[in-house]
């Protein structure tokens, strides 16, 4: 609560310091404001509290107001003025906080769709209607000369600029002090980067800003000389020294302007005003969305490096290929390779049809040729040959892939080798069939032949839902337990939850001591986790160095205490082998059941969770919202 007052009485600070600039550092001399600081101070301080603080920081702005304004207007005046300020900033808080959970998301810089909410919200709702209450109280209480619509035009745009070119900074460097998002400090480069764009971009400001625009010279000095640094670190760094270029760059204008400097200073004050404001708000939120779309991108082309990472090491071959008649295809990983004996360059381009030999049956060819002419899934057995002319026998897999406006783009295609499976079956049928036409004086031994194969077919059953590494359960025996519990919980009103265990910097340990630590490792990471389970609890692995617990009967807080006990668990027990140890950690996600949620939805959302806890430093935990969306499938 302290520390809410004190963050209070700084806004309400920061507010009176934003009104003293504005009026004495930013207003040309007939009393027209290029932009006006303190309202942006408000409106971060809204988007970063909680709503039940509001009134406290809203009191606090209310004082500075008065403060600021009594020397010039009466008590009533700038009481009135505040509520009209405060007013503003509320509907643009509460405005930007709705329309960005109709989206379920928080409000982020990095959203170049949250940019254009706050732009339309701060741009034509919030500061024209406030315009309209700053106008009457100039028109009706001091009697101003100035016309009405003059008088709403001037405190719209003013407003409205300040916010745009403000808010965002000052936002992004109160959530910085306040919540510390940042557990890491810049690396030197990325100082010495920063520096340097800010070392230009003053240096471009100073020439472009100074500069007589009626001169030879001009076009030398032209403003969008001030872009090169903004935009630069904008496209390569992140949000907050992007917004701190493009906040000193649009007061640097302001301030220019004001004092009769630059190139918006050669006409009326109306006209040089208007030119400083659009040009500072077309140059913060052309760096605001060239940051954010940078970002998307960089967060895109991430979330493609891990998928394509997963197909890469997935066991089973993987072919793409295109929708066109002839399907040429298009991509196959290492796995299809090592099952078909073709290489890469051989397969890329080809029809696919190489898959098809003699041995194939016809049926299965003809439901395939339907499935790719019909665009539906497709899956069979068939037999075919591999490149050095042996035969096997796959597992064929095919489903199409289309694009968001629903045009089919793609197949693709998943061949798993089961001819040592088809072997062991037909074995056993040889087998079954020998004990039918057995003799009655081999009862004995046929009976005991029998217990022998109902062994061989629950160890087999056992591998199937097994994971051989670790002696745990696999995907398809968790997503096989999974859809039963979920089910038990949903008819008796029970809790249920997902938990993704994945281990921190795996990678680091295979690269350092060899896989076959990496496999000790693994079997240790599982019987410490399985130690401080109960006994309802279902541990798997789901793949690689990640597991997941499917959990009942715990709700939100109990989830988080499990987590906890596991992360210390891991955390505070050594690994150790031939004498040596090191210290393991492990980032865990949760997810609880929503109504009719899929089992598969459930484990994304705890996996979407799983990396904001990677990205939040790891050895932590990180629960999903229950009406968070998930994000891509990887189930």
């Known amino acids: 609560m302290f520390r809410t007052v004190l963050f209070c009485v700084f806004i309400g600070l920061l507010y009176y310091a934003g009104a003293y600039i504005g009026v004495h550092y930013a207003a040309l001399p007939d009393g027209i404001v290029v932009l006006w600081p303190p309202n942006a101070a408000l409106l971060a301080a809204f988007l970063l509290l909680r709503w039940q603080q509001w009134p406290l920081a809203a009191v606090c702005v209310l004082i500075a107001e008065i403060a600021a304004d009594v020397p010039v207007f009466t008590v009533l005046e700038a009481t009135l003025f505040g509520l009209i300020n405060i007013t503003e900033c509320t509907i643009a808080a509460t405005l930007i906080t709705a329309l960005n959970r109709l989206r379920s998301q928080s409000h982020s810089w990095q959203s170049p769709q949250s940019i254009l909410i706050f732009l339309i919200t701060v741009g034509a709702i919030a500061s024209p ?23 709403w035009r001037l405190w719209w745009v003013g407003d409205s600029t300040g916010l745009i070119v403000l808010t965002p900074f000052l936002h992004m460097f109160m959530t910085f002090i306040r919540e510390q998002r940042y557990t890491h400090r810049p690396s030197g480069r990325n100082t010495l980067e920063v520096t340097a764009a800010f ?30 640094g903004p935009l630069w670190i904008a496209a390569r760094r992140p949000a907050l020294p992007a917004a701190f270029l493009s906040a000193t760059v649009a007061l640097y204008a302001a301030f220019s302007t004001a004092h009769g400097l630059g190139p918006f200073s050669g006409s009326t004050p109306t ?51 295109d929708a066109r008649d002839d399907h040429p295809i298009r991509y196959c990983n290492p796995s299809f390779s090592r099952i078909t004996g073709y ?5 890329l381009g080809e029809t696919g049809r190489f898959l098809i030999t003699e041995e194939t049956d016809r049926a299965v060819i003809a439901q395939i040729e339907n499935a790719l002419r019909h665009s539906r899934p497709f899956q069979s057995d068939l037999l075919s040959r591999k490149k050095d002319g042996s035969q096997y026998c796959a597992q064929l897999s095919i489903d199409p892939v289309h694009n968001d406006e629903g045009r089919l783009t793609h197949f693709v295609g998943v061949i798993r080798d089961i001819t040592v499976s088809v072997r062991q ?23 005991q032949r029998t217990k022998e194969l109902e062994r061989a077919n629950k160890r087999l059953k056992t591998m199937a839902m097994t994971d051989e590494l670790t002696d745990i359960p696999n995907r398809r025996k968790l997503l096989e337990h999974g859809n039963k519990e979920m089910a038990r919980c949903q008819r008796q009103g029970e809790h249920f939850a997902a938990l993704v265990l994945d281990i921190d910097h795996f990678k680091t340990i295979n690269d350092d001591y060899g896989h076959e630590i990496g496999d000790q490792a693994l079997r240790w990471f599982v019987s410490v986790v399985q130690s401080e389970l109960r006994a309802m609890d279902f541990m798997g692995r789901w793949g690689g160095e990640e597991f997941l617990i499917l959990t009942s009967g715990n709700d939100e807080q109990d989830l988080e205490t499990m987590a906890d006990r596991l992360l210390r668990a891991v955390s505070e027990t050594p690994f150790t082998w031939d004498g040596q140890s090191i210290r393991i950690t492990t980032s865990i996600g949760g997810a609880l059941y929503s109504d009719h949620e899929a089992l598969e939805t459930l484990i994304q959302r705890a996996d979407d ?27």
């Open 129 to 151: 209607l406030a315009a309209i209450g700053g106008a009457t109280v100039y028109t009706v209480l001091i009697g101003a000369e100035t016309p009405f619509l003059s008088l």
């Open 199 to 228: 070392v230009v971009t003053m240096g471009a400001c100073a020439l472009v800003f100074t500069s007589d625009m009626n001169t030879e010279s001009f076009l030398a000095t032209t403003p969008f000389l001030v872009l090169a």
């Open 271 to 321: 006209y040089n005003a208007l030119m400083a404001q659009e040009f500072t708000v077309l140059f913060t939120l052309a760096v605001l969305f060239t940051n954010s779309m940078m970002a998307q991108k960089r967060r895109h082309e991430a979330s493609l490096r891990i998928h394509r990472s997963a197909i890469e090491a997935a066991a089973d071959g993987i072919l793409i290929f």
């Open 343 to 347: 290489e890469k360059g051989e397969v």
């Open 425 to 447: 079956n037909r074995q056993l049928e040889e087998a079954l069939e020998q004990v039918r036409l057995s003799n009655a004086h081999l009862e004995e031994l046929v009976s």
């Open 609 to 635: 969770a799983l990396y904001r806890a990677k990205d939040g430093g790891r050895n932590r935990f990180e629960c999903a919202q229950r009406d968070e969306q998930p994000g891509p499938q990887l189930v």
